[in-house]
């Protein structure tokens, strides 16, 4: 398949797509704290442990009658020849790949610079297999100074498929909102690479109660990755917003995964918590004329469109003054069918290509946008 | 005015409108831990406290040049005079009224019970001075022994005004998910008393950032009351979800505050972290069949019309199956105009009353259930 253009007629474009290089594999298998890939007795395949909410205790779990903790790392993880596989199941013309969480959150700061560099290039390398249907967010060493963060920014914007970063909630360590920070989103906006904000911490632990926290998991992982993972993000956008990045660096673009977590629906509120505060009023933080979070959710933000229903999909929708800031995705590799053919076709992308039909129309314009147009228009994912 | 009827036409219904009696403000005035009530030199009015989160620290905020802590304990809180005043400027015919949070969540359980009957009368007696005006949702002693809760619901169930009783997430201490609870909400149901589903306790500080924290508290109360208050909700209800409360309940009738925290948006994402959760499918919990969260919303749970948004109400009414699960409401006294006339009428009611008539049209029938019909209806709020 050769280059896409801009003119090329309803491309299915993949914006939320994780991979696991296997150098990246490696470095998960060789830990013994949280994030760590471990084998046990009683799981064919690798055990991928990703949050401490997965998993009570790791002490115990080598029983070969134990539940495995965390999920199973497959093929789907890092291989490009699978990822390639479930594109054409879906009939996904393009992906724009991304490191999964948690990144390079962990690293060591002297290691940290290093590793951004190799798995950067490892992704570039795979784009350049395979032109035209592979771009990617890359990822930046977070841990390491701002030289070397801001020499990685430079890396990524010499790469031919890079088109953005991959951005935890986490930034420095104090957060998004953290003004230490700004010139890492000034050098991103300067080097028109767009920052794909997704969840990885969730919510403290106490907050899902002493049933979920339970030896037996009752709840198993659906309340950090169904609510957690969306409050993180929602948190996270707000903080920004308060702390007025959105306006400090106007160039910044920002796609946000699992369509804003709650921000479209919380939008609302959040305005008339703004107008209604003392604190902000006696500083003239609310006054008239400011710009409100609709404004930046209609200028400098984007949404995915993995929110599951055509309830959420509408209201990111509307939040976002129409359909054209709403591109597919689909967190392969995460979320397979349970006791199914992972081979085939997932549930879990059928949901969410299903919500845009319904909520835009089956092959209308703005559903043919949303599913690939806006991202090949937004992300320039056309061949350099 | 007199008694309304189930055929009366058009009624305006406010189901959020918070009350302290004033027997209740002695208390908080008598506590010297939040929630408190402090008189400070910096402010004319007496200053409520609720959450840790609104105040970094007591001390030091008696200088009179300090900014002061909390919000203005204004004759809003705790004068019926004013509430019908408030009603009569917002045209609202029915005032549904309930004691604020953070309710009897801090008494000491050899207290609570007492307490619970007192405040419950108080109630009761404010709803005879007007009758056919007002209704209430009494309070349980949920620090108190199951005997003595349940004694309380019989109160209730025998007080002529009550329709339901306002609830935080704390039940029992353990959360809505606690099946020591499972009495209490089988006791509710028996008295066909609506649990209105109310958060108090946010989330933990430490995911609004240094920030937030710092002793300048850059965001105001922003970030608590617009993310934390909807946030607890939502996960409220999700674990009582995932413990098939509304199952083992079949009974129980909640109206979820703020419009379900984020629950409309969230949903899709509840139900597909369960049919792709390994652990709730080896255990059977994830079958077709079951009842989803979706059914529950359009089954047993109701939802305010207080979320400030076009965007938000419509995934309220779409996540509900129509219009008439939806409650308009106020949550007065809380968000008064800043700089403005408390006595005239309050943008935040606006607000919602606005995103109504946008989403349902304005004068058309399904606004009309939204604005008062429903709860009329639901409440069975005509004379004994």
Request: proline residues 8%; glycine residues 10%; negative net charge.
């Amino acid at each position: 398949m050769a280059e896409t253009s801009p003119q090329s007629p309803a491309k299915v474009v993949d914006i939320h797509t994780h991979m696991y290089p296997p150098s990246y594999v490696q470095i998960l298998e060789s830990r013994s704290e949280i994030p760590l890939v471990r084998k046990f007795a009683s799981s064919p395949d690798p055990r991928l442990i990703l949050l401490e909410a997965e998993v009570p205790s790791l002490s115990g779990a080598d029983d070969a009658s134990a539940k495995p903790p965390g999920r199973p790392l497959t093929r789907h993880y890092s291989s490009l020849s699978q990822k390639l596989h479930f594109m054409d199941t879906h009939k996904i013309d393009i992906s724009v790949i991304s490191l999964a969480n948690p990144w390079l959150d962990f690293l060591d700061p002297s290691e940290a610079g290093d590793f951004a560099k190799s798995v950067n290039q490892e992704f570039s390398d795979m784009c350049a297999q395979h032109p035209g249907r592979l771009f990617f967010f890359g990822t930046l060493p977070l841990t390491a100074s701002l030289p070397t963060i801001e020499g990685s920014i430079a890396q990524l914007r010499a790469l031919p498929y890079c088109r953005g970063v991959i951005l935890g909630t986490s930034g420095l360590g104090r957060g998004l909102d953290d003004p230490d920070l700004l010139p890492v989103l000034e050098a991103l906006a300067g080097a028109g690479l767009t920052a794909f904000l997704h969840p990885h911490y969730g919510l403290p632990n106490e907050v899902w109660g002493p049933r979920a926290a339970a030896a037996a998991g009752e709840y198993g992982h659906v309340l950090p990755l169904a609510l957690g993972f969306p409050m993180e993000t929602t948190v996270a956008v707000a903080r920004m917003y308060l702390a007025g990045v959105f306006d400090a660096v106007p160039g910044l673009r920002m796609v946000l995964a699992h369509s804003g977590g709650a921000l479209p629906f919380l939008a609302g509120r959040i305005e008339s918590c703004i107008v209604h505060d003392g604190h902000l009023a006696r500083e003239g933080r609310a006054a008239p004329g400011r710009r409100t979070v609709w404004d930046v959710l209609r200028s400098q933000v984007y949404l995915d469109a993995v929110v599951y229903s055509d309830v959420g999909l509408r209201a990111a929708v509307e939040a976002s003054g129409g359909a054209d800031r709403l591109m597919f995705g689909t967190d392969h590799p995460f979320f397979p069918p349970l006791g199914g053919d992972e081979d085939g076709e997932w549930e879990s992308v059928g949901l969410n290509a299903e919500a845009v039909g319904k909520v835009l129309g089956d092959g209308s314009e703005a559903a043919a946008g949303v599913m690939g147009g806006n991202a090949v228009r937004v992300l320039r994912l056309y061949g350099e």
